[in-house]
């Protein structure tokens, strides 16, 4: 129905970050994450990717808040260890996030490392002062305080055999060093990185351990001994790495269970799991069908953290861009991926035929695939840089266009087992590729502009099975002066619309023949749109709108051109009419610049995305609105009648009920009139018939009618009535000081029973300077 002008969208959902960096842990039964995401943590389910508790203090000034360093998770899962930049350590129930106990951490310097013991009785916490101090968690005392290391520490473990009283430790001196915990005694270091120490492993016996580092060596040591037992070279810097169990099958690896082995999974900077023979210093298994991209630097940083759950027999694979990838430990395919932190999200499209999902590109190279129902997401992989726009073809709503960072397009197919396929790549563009727009009566050609300042067309491939064919450019114009900001197809295929940084518009024709510039803005175009249906193009100042605060970075038409949806850096959606340049609707769901709108074909959806990392869905609730509000009409002109005819009829306290309940001020005047015709007494028996809600409503009434001298005498015959009623506790007044004041006058009976009430509920404290009712002060 899009012919009716749209009134309002409302937020159906949400999906903002859980995670944007630092410690992650996994819960024993598999079901849950715990991520540090800002200033708490946030408890995910892996099933629903709800957020189904927050543990730490939210708090929206982010001067005040106190900023998690790092947490532990322990053993049994019940409790979490936060340390905090005040210095302060803080013990959580991991099921209800309430805060059990406080206490100094003791450290001249941050806390950045935590550790707990295979009893969960005590914790270890590791400085960036050098030292490990060891704490009771019974009694909250620090029993133990372990020196010797130089520098912030990366690594603390305990010895999982807690009758051997060690644990371990490695600081910036890339030593590791063992201690004894009930002595506080130094007793082995172990030389033999040269770099920072990120992981440290202990094997099943309890007798030797394994430990990786940014160096690209794995080390196989012997515990009882401080010298190397294997040094194995891994040619990457490592990151993370993890103990497989004894009895694990990866895909080509056919591994003799019989056969003994120390077999570790290890991962870094170029993004790929490997697993290694420690004592055969042998490479076992590469995965070949990683969705992590290398890190863009030598030594840089791609997987953070490698995760096994045993109860799934899963591992996880988290990155440097805050994915969270789950592999099944068997086949190692890929079971579920999960987007933590999304960053800036600078474009979005519906895609296929149903529009069940769509495509986001975030500030990163790679693409994310989602389904509409749920938000379960597939990670696309394929630019070498950030990905900057997004389009789809009307016609082939399998099919969708980016480009990005990289100076190259890319056209892509969704598959019919939902897997998106790259057919081809343009690599014509000199400077990064700001916006694409495809044809909307084919699929034979699409647009690009970019910081070159050129504006290209290119051809489609026929051949739609193929994988990667260079695309070609068949018409290429240097368009503008400035960087191009946006481009747009007219209906028809037959006009072609540039906006531009230089503050300009341009037409082009299908052979790029310049039809027209377009002046009067004061500054650069962000935007530009054809009308659906009418010949005008709009970049949000050709029919001036005034509502935004800033700039405008988005716009679409809906109802077949009569209206524009727009975007802005304020953080706000705003619906307006092009016949009356009304605004009709402002949604401020973003909490900064909302670069990313996509409408889906029947304009019932809007998807948003900004640089807050919030993905906002919003359902068009017009029809819903006007029925809704037509249902409330007939039902107060069908109260109205019944009003009427109680009142013709004489049946005051049903006609009092109703009036009060239709919050009708002069209908219920009228009745406490007609019923005072009667007498006081009458008007006592009636309001005996009307509960306290009904009685709440008639005092505010009555303060109002306080106020007009003609109908002053009514208001002050409630007052009385129900003054008994207020003083014994029955009637509630939600501020009762401003009530008397508005009640006033009141002959000096009344005043002193109400300056009695005042003094017995404790109210207030206040000063009569004289008996006369108006010279209270308060």
Same mark, same amino acid.
């Given at each position: ?381 394929? %630019? +070498?840089?950030? =990905?900057? &726009?997004?389009?789809?073809?009307? #016609?082939?709503?399998?099919? $969708? /266009? !980016?480009?990005?960072? @990289? ?21 014509? %563009? +000199?400077?990064? =590729?700001? &916006?694409?727009?495809?044809?909307? #009566?084919?699929?034979?050609? $699409? /647009? !690009?502009?970019?910081? @070159? ?21 068949? %018409? +290429? ?43 009067? %803005? ?257």
């Amino acid at each position: 129905m899009a012919h009716i002008l749209k009134e309002l969208y409302e937020k159906t959902n949400e999906y903002t970050a859980f995670y944007t960096g630092g410690d992650i842990q996994w819960t024993t039964d598999g079901g849950q994450f715990l991520c540090q995401c800002e200033d708490v943590i946030k408890v995910i389910d892996i099933n629903t990717l709800s957020n189904v508790l927050t543990i730490g203090e939210v708090n929206e000034d982010k001067e005040e808040t106190d900023q998690i360093y790092t947490f532990q998770l322990s053993n049994n899962n019940e409790v979490v260890v936060t340390a905090h930049k005040s210095g302060l350590m803080k013990l959580w129930d991991k099921n209800t996030g309430q805060q059990k106990k406080v206490w100094r951490s003791g450290h001249k310097g941050a806390v950045a490392r935590l550790a707990f013991d295979s009893t969960d009785t005590n914790i270890a916490s590791a400085g960036s002062d050098g030292n490990v101090r060891l704490w009771d968690l019974n009694h909250y005392t620090c029993i133990s305080s372990l020196h010797g290391a130089m520098g912030v520490f990366t690594i603390v473990k305990y010895h999982p055999d807690i009758s051997k009283q060690l644990i371990f430790g490695a600081a910036d001196d890339t030593k590791i060093r063992s201690w004894d915990t009930k002595s506080g005694k130094e007793l082995q270091i172990y030389s033999g990185h040269f770099s920072k120490v990120t992981s440290l492993l202990f094997t099943p016996d309890g007798q030797h351990m394994v430990s990786s580092g940014r160096d690209r060596v794995l080390i196989l040591w012997k515990i009882n001994e401080s010298k190397a037992l294997k040094v194995i070279p891994v040619y990457e810097s490592i990151e993370t790495a993890l103990l497989l169990p004894a009895s694990f099958r990866i895909p080509n690896f056919k591994k003799k269970l019989e056969m003994d082995g120390i077999y570790v999974a290890c991962a870094g900077e170029k993004g790929v799991v490997k697993v290694w023979n420690m004592q055969m210093s042998r490479l076992m298994f590469e995965q070949n069908n990683s969705l992590v991209s290398p890190a863009s630097e030598e030594g840089g940083l791609a997987i953070t953290h490698l995760l096994f759950n045993e109860a799934r027999n899963m591992v996880s694979v988290v990155t440097v861009d805050h994915n969270i990838i789950i592999h099944d430990l068997e086949t190692f395919n890929c079971l579920k991926q999960m987007i933590g932190f999304t960053d800036e999200i600078l474009d979005i499209i519906f895609i296929g035929k149903d529009e069940t999902h769509f495509i986001v590109a975030t500030n990163s190279r790679d693409l994310k695939h989602y389904e509409l129902d749920n938000l379960n997401c597939k990670i696309v992989k394929g %630019h +070498t840089d950030i =990905v900057l &726009s997004l389009a789809n073809f009307p #016609t082939r709503p399998d099919m $969708f /266009v !980016s480009s990005g960072k @990289d100076n190259t397009v890319r056209i892509w197919i969704n598959q019919s087992n939902n897997e998106i396929q790259c057919l081809g790549v343009g690599y014509r %563009h +000199t400077a990064s =590729v700001g &916006s694409v727009f495809t044809a909307q #009566t084919s699929d034979k050609f $699409f /647009v !690009s502009v970019s910081q @070159d300042n050129c504006l290209k067309i290119w051809d489609v491939p026929k051949n739609q099975d193929a994988i990667d064919v260079k695309l070609n450019a068949t %018409h +290429t114009e240097l368009a503008h002066q400035m960087d191009i900001n946006c481009v747009a197809v007219s209906p028809n295929d037959k006009i072609i619309a540039t906006a531009s940084q230089d503050k300009t518009a341009k037409l082009w024709s299908e052979d790029l023949s310049l039809l027209g510039v377009l002046k009067g %803005h004061r500054r650069g175009i962000w935007c530009i749109r054809f009308s659906p249906v009418d010949q005008v193009v709009c970049t949000s100042s050709l029919k001036t709108f005034e509502g935004h605060e800033s700039s405008v970075l988005k716009i679409e038409f809906l109802s077949k051109g009569q209206q524009i949806i727009s975007s802005g850096a304020d953080g706000l959606l705003k619906l307006w009419n092009i016949k009356t340049s009304e605004s009709k609707m402002s949604l401020d769901n973003h909490d900064g610049k909302v670069w990313s709108m996509t409408v889906n074909k029947n304009e019932s959806l809007i998807i948003t995305g900004g640089s807050d990392s919030k993905l906002v869905k919003l359902k068009d609730v017009t029809v819903e609105r006007r029925e809704k509000l037509a249902k409330e009409r007939e039902e107060l002109i069908l109260q109205e009648q019944e009003l009427q005819n109680l009142l013709h009829d004489k049946k005051l306290v049903k006609a009092l009920k109703l009036a009060l309940r239709m919050e009708r001020p002069l209908h219920v005047l009228k009745i406490i009139n007609e019923v005072l015709k009667h007498g006081h007494n009458k008007l006592f028996e009636t309001l005996k018939e009307i509960n306290h809600t009904q009685k709440e409503t008639l005092l505010r009434f009555a303060v109002e009618w306080n106020t007009n001298n003609k109908n002053c005498h009514a208001a002050q015959i409630v007052f009385n009535i129900l003054t008994p009623e207020i003083i014994s506790g029955n009637l509630k007044v939600a501020n009762l000081e401003s009530f008397i004041e508005a009640s006033l006058p009141y002959t000096e009976r009344h005043f002193e029973r109400l300056t009695n009430l005042l003094q017995d509920l404790n109210f207030i404290t206040y000063t009569v300077n004289c008996m006369q009712p108006h010279a209270v002060k308060y």
